[in-house]
């Protein structure tokens, strides 16, 4: 087949709105995690069967499918499971200031949580790391009570 | 359970990978690499019993694609289904041109991979993936692309992929070195592919001289993003004797599986570290019990994984058993992973340097079929004759991986 690069089709704009979508929230999953954020306290969900401690829980154990709805404390301390660090934007646009994006699985919970780590040098942070939640000085229930990490 | 013997009878490219096709529009490119394999295997569209059709949902932003082009793809009047499993889709594709065939429904099925990527937005079909969980988090109050951490995964794949990455050489005990050396062997055979879409003889200091886009993984570490499509015509072995010279490349295993999303699932709690792929450890075994191959690691002589990123060839060989665990890159070190070395892996270039993504896991089956067919067009040729190849799919989020084993021979009954 012929591949004519200099011949050029007609171009045609237009705009595609995704804004809208339902999701369920019925006072647990999430809610139970950002609502004990007020209380400066990582709340998960525990499936009876297994054992798992979700962070934030599902309504049910997606290991066991059964309906799971024990609410349980963990620490908010906890261990860097992999992380990267920000280098540059999207467009491979370098950033002035680097910053430490790690996935941290809280002590008592199986779940990997995300967020920031400061304090340390970016190519100091290991995977293993114990690391703690700082919380915000007033807190307000919800996901961005955590203002950020630190090493322990 | 005897399955009946299936083959890829030939394979159609479009005439270039490129980012931008201008001089075509969807249908019409598509129909380039119909027209090319009709060609290759001397077939007519009378002989095609069904079409299987695939690319990614969303990411041109048009439903029906295969109902739209149903005159260039030769479906008219026949079986035709759509098939969209994410970076999977050209080989699940083809996995269900298989079924069609080994279960003796059809004889001869056509299946058709493609994406035109420079007419989407493929953020916005990447975002579309976890953008109902995300808005949640949002309303939750994570900042999406402040400090919460999140910045990486909303600046699109590469970020989540870096999570996956840097798990990887820690547990493998490869260097960032590691992954630079590896993507300038891919982008460097990528060079002498004619298919390919980045096409430019690359050494290990071109590619560290590319800025970091998140640790450890730089911007010469990642895809492009192309316009391209593939068809590949599968046949049973009755119709493989009759209408064929005999030079095929015979689909002996084939496995799937898929694991809990390993990545961007923290409204619900992410389990799965993006690294383990446990799926591919389960559908490979399962490809090769049916292939009959029972130490991988000897019995292969080429291998072409789905690697959006350069890491990515490392750690398939690894968790398809090519390798034992930690043991990829000494293999790339020694020289193995060459065009030329014990286990030539992706000497086309992988989907690192060629990404149309609803083509890229067709692509990998059908870079193998040419090779064991000997219709390599290209210094990619692998000098050795090859009896058995590995294939290989992964998408979804971060968790579904496809399998596909070929063969210069059938399997014996
Ligand atoms: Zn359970």
């Known amino acids: 087949m012929a591949y004519n690069k200099d011949l050029e089709t007609r171009e045609v704009q237009a705009t595609w709105d995704v804004t809208t979508y339902q999701y369920k929230l019925d006072g647990r999953g999430a809610k139970v995690l950002a609502d004990g954020m007020k209380e400066k306290t990582i709340r998960g969900i525990k499936c009876p069967q297994c054992g798992r401690v979700y962070v934030p829980g599902p309504t049910y154990c997606r290991v066991c499918y059964i309906d799971i709805d024990d609410v349980v404390d963990c620490s908010d301390e906890g261990v860097v499971m992999s992380y990267c660090i920000e280098m540059a934007d999207v467009r491979g646009n370098p950033m002035d200031e680097h910053r430490v994006s790690a996935m941290i699985k809280f002590d008592g919970a199986d779940t990997w949580f995300i967020g920031t780590v400061h304090g340390i040098d970016p190519m100091d942070v290991k995977i293993g790391m114990k690391v703690k939640a700082i919380w915000k000085d007033v807190t307000e229930g919800n996901l961005g009570d955590i203002q950020r990490f630190e090493p322990v | ?413």
């Open chain 2, 1 to 413: 359970m005897i399955m009946s013997n299936v083959a890829i009878a030939g394979v159609g490219y479009t005439p270039v990978f490129v980012s931008k096709r201008k001089d075509v529009n969807i249908a019409e490119m598509i129909s380039e690499s119909v027209a090319t394999a009709l060609e290759n295997t001397g077939l007519t569209p009378d002989d095609i019993d069904a079409v299987t059709f695939g690319n990614m949902q969303t990411f041109e932003g048009l439903n029906m694609p295969h109902l739209w082009s149903a005159e260039h793809i030769l479906a008219v009047d026949k079986p035709t289904i759509r098939i969209s499993t994410g970076g999977t889709t050209g080989m699940s594709t083809l996995q269900a041109a298989y079924y069609y065939v080994a279960s003796g429904l059809y004889d001869i099925v056509m299946a058709v991979s493609w994406e035109k990527q420079s007419e989407g937005d493929s953020q916005v079909g990447l975002a579309g993936i976890v953008m109902p969980e995300a808005m949640v988090m949002v309303q939750h109050g994570l900042d999406l692309f402040g400090g919460g951490g999140l910045s990486a995964m909303g600046g699109g794949s590469t970020g989540a992929a870096s999570f996956q990455a840097m798990s990887y050489l820690h547990h493998s005990g490869a260097d960032p070195e590691h992954i630079d050396k590896m993507a300038a062997l891919e982008r460097s055979n990528a060079a002498l592919n004619p298919y390919a879409h980045l096409r430019k003889k690359t050494s290990v200091e071109d590619i560290q001289a590319t800025p970091f886009i998140a640790w450890p993984l730089r911007f010469g570490h990642t895809c492009p993003t192309s316009d391209g499509a593939t068809t590949c015509i599968v046949m049973s072995e009755e119709k493989v004797r009759k209408m064929t010279d005999g030079n095929v490349a015979w689909i002996t295993g084939l496995g799937s599986a898929t694991s809990d999303p390993s990545t961007a699932n923290f409204l619900e709690g992410q389990l799965t570290d993006p690294a383990e792929q446990e799926p591919a450890r389960i559908a490979s075994a399962k490809a090769y019990k049916m292939a009959g191959i029972k130490d991988p690691s000897r019995e292969l002589d080429m291998a072409e994984m789905y690697n959006g990123f350069a890491h990515q060839s490392l750690m398939w060989l690894e968790k398809l058993g090519c390798c034992k665990e930690g043991e990829a890159h000494k293999l790339l070190d020694a020289g193995a992973l060459n065009i030329d070395g014990e286990i030539p892996t992706n000497a086309s270039g992988g989907v690192f340097s060629t990404n149309a993504i609803g083509a890229s896991a067709m692509n990998r089956p059908a870079e193998c079929a040419l090779q064991i067919m000997g219709k390599i067009e290209g210094g990619h040729k692998i000098p050795k004759k090859i009896r058995k190849a590995v294939s290989h799919g992964w998408g979804g989020m971060f968790q579904y991986v496809t399998v596909m084993v070929l063969a210069d021979e059938p399997m014996k009954s």
